[in-house]
């Protein structure tokens, strides 16, 4: 069984278009992230999750929008995409806030083109 | 500030020479520290983590780590790699709600 999942693996799209990138976790867990691992193997979180309310949202363009139907999804969309988004972003998932493991998914490798 | 430093960023050696990785952190608070491996093309797996006690941890597929208060550090340590430990290490050490991450070090095994 797949405990963190993403869908679409990868994702080519052209500038200017909006798309998004969902995330599932099938663990109980509370708390979910997202982080954007850029060319150089960098991870930068971006946003977190507990519980459906926002606890972490980096410096990110507001482009960028994390919306949390549940507290097993956690989904990213992204707004007018620029070259510079091209990354794998990762989702990850944690038993609750102040947890120290965390379990990432697969990765959702975007191409902005 | 909280931060991550690991030593190398690329690391090539030959099948079964010993393996050290670096890493250093800054935080002031309780301690709680982690490797995780991503090997190509697949996701971040945890290695290994330290939250208290015996310092000298011991992680999957015959990778330990060494946490030493007093030098800030928490360097990963195999006796003898393989080919298939090529992948990327990173270290990282727990914030406040996240993880603190390192830039990375690219381990690549030559057969």
């Known amino acids: 069984d797949t405990a963190v999942s993403q869908t679409p693996k990868y994702l080519v799209t052209q500038m200017g278009n909006d798309k998004s990138i969902k995330c599932e976790q099938n663990?109980?867990?509370?708390?979910m992230y997202w982080y954007k691992q850029d060319s150089k193997k960098f991870l930068k979180i971006m946003f977190s999750?507990?519980?459906?309310?926002?606890?972490i949202n980096e410096t990110v363009p507001n482009r960028f929008s994390p919306k949390s139907p549940d507290k097993a999804h956690l989904n990213l969309h992204i707004n007018s995409l620029e070259l510079g988004d091209s990354a794998v972003y990762f989702c990850?998932?944690?038993?609750?806030?102040?947890?120290?493991?965390?379990?990432f998914g697969p990765g959702t490798r975007l191409t902005v083109l | 500030a909280q931060s991550v430093s690991q030593h190398n960023h690329h690391v090539i050696l030959s099948e079964a020479a010993s393996l050290e990785l670096g890493c250093n952190y800054s935080y002031g608070g309780t301690v709680n520290l982690f490797w995780y491996v991503q090997y190509p093309g697949q996701h971040l797996q945890l290695l290994l983590k330290y939250f208290s006690g015996d310092p000298l941890v011991k992680g999957i597929k015959g990778f330990e780590a060494e946490f030493i208060k007093s030098k800030f550090s928490f360097n990963l340590r195999k006796p003898s790699v393989q080919w298939s430990d090529t992948a990327e290490y990173f270290c990282a050490v727990r914030g406040n709600y996240q993880l603190i991450w390192g830039a990375g070090t690219k381990l690549i095994i030559k057969p």
């Open positions: 990850a998932s944690s038993q609750d806030w102040s947890s120290n493991e965390q379990f």
């Open positions: 663990l109980g867990h509370d708390t």
């Open positions: 999750y507990n519980n459906k309310e926002l606890i």
